[in-house]
């Protein structure tokens, strides 16, 4: 019963490839949000949806592109990968905006 | 947007003794939030203290928080192996946008 869940768990793959990562929630709550990791632990929203509408985009390359086809999926579509796109991409969702986030496990991407 | 400035950046302790994790910030905040993530893992929310709190309890969790001195402090009290992890501060501010710290890295040696 994960309560979010994204999938793949890694992804190892070259630049210039398009991919996605998808997340899905089944807590019911209305905000889902996209993270990005890096190496050194650093944790830096990139996007936040409530109830399928984007609310927050931050300064993200516009190779990112977030879909959300309903409130319990948050999509994450990458084209053109660089190499600095390797981190871990986190999706959480919360019912109240910004608090008690549910996080999900994480994708390992990798671009070589 | 500011982020908490944790401190130590790693903490090494043995089974039983307590922890201590402080956290420095220099803008007003709304609430201040205690996270933990586990090696390759997702983070986990611990609690919340907001502006005008001063201490929150949790179990073995004791979180303060001065905003006159603008900081707050994370104590886990008879620390367990299972506890090590890595600790963050993540502030609320007035624009209601969340920041994360960079992250304790806590050590408990069984």
């Known amino acids: 019963d994960t309560a979010v869940s994204q999938t793949p768990k890694y992804l190892v793959t070259q630049m210039g490839n398009d991919k996605s990562i998808k997340c899905e929630q089944n807590?019911?709550?209305?905000?889902m949000y996209w993270y990005k990791q890096d190496s050194k632990k650093f944790l830096k929203i990139m996007f936040s949806?409530?109830?399928?509408?984007?609310?927050i985009n931050e300064t993200v390359p516009n190779r990112f592109s977030p879909k959300s086809p309903d409130k319990a999926h948050l999509n994450l579509h990458i084209n053109s990968l660089e190499l600095g796109d390797s981190a871990v991409y986190f999706c959480?969702?919360?019912?109240?905006?910004?608090?008690?986030?549910?996080f999900g496990s994480g994708t390992r991407l990798t671009v070589v | 947007s500011q982020q908490g400035e944790e401190d130590p950046q790693a903490l090494s302790i043995q089974e039983g003794e307590n922890a201590t994790m402080n956290c420095s910030y220099k803008t007003s905040i709304n609430n201040l939030q205690w996270y933990r993530q586990n090696s390759g893992r997702g983070l986990v929310h611990l609690i919340l203290i907001r502006s005008n709190e001063r201490e929150k309890h949790s179990g073995r969790l004791r979180v303060t928080l001065d905003t006159s001195k603008k900081s707050s402090s994370l104590l886990i009290t008879a620390s367990r192996a299972a506890d090590t992890a890595s600790y963050f501060c993540v502030l609320t501010g007035a624009n209601s946008k969340l920041t994360f710290g960079k992250g304790i890295t806590l050590s408990v040696r069984p």
């Open positions: 807590l019911g709550h209305d905000t």
């Open positions: 959480a969702s919360s019912q109240v905006q910004n608090y008690g986030y549910t």
């Open positions: 949806y409530n109830n399928k509408e984007l609310i």
